[in-house]
């Protein structure tokens, strides 16, 4: 076989391995807490940890350095299209709510409290 037709094999076994590769489903894979942004609205400053967690939800990962301090983090490597990432970060003094942060709107109410 002359090297033009090795070449011509190769080209053609290497193109069916990525025309392969796109036809193969491959699944969505979402990782962490979705959130939404009605959810975070229903924060407010001064709830106590258990209120945040009745709202959200317990954070993905717990720090063992520092309680005080709450990521929630979502992210979806989707077949097709682009990554999805959300991050919110809450902070707390004595087991309250006292900081927000992230990639969603700060509720309008957030600093006034839930007793008044």
Known sequence: MSRFGVFLVAVIA???CSLLD???YRID????NYLEQEDVDKLRIGMTAEQVV???GNPVAENSFDSDRW???YEMDPNSG???RKELVLT?????LQGFEGDFDKPED???PLDQ
Not at 29 to 32: D, L
Not at 92 to 96: D, V
């Open 54 to 56: 009745f709202v959200l």
């Open 29 to 32: 894979i979402p990782q962490g």
């Open 22 to 24: 796109k036809m193969v």
């Open 71 to 73: 990521v929630y983090l």
């Open 14 to 16: 290497l193109n069916g």
């Open 82 to 84: 682009e990554d999805y």
């Open 110 to 112: 957030f600093d006034q």
């Open 92 to 96: 707390f003094n004595n087991k309250q």
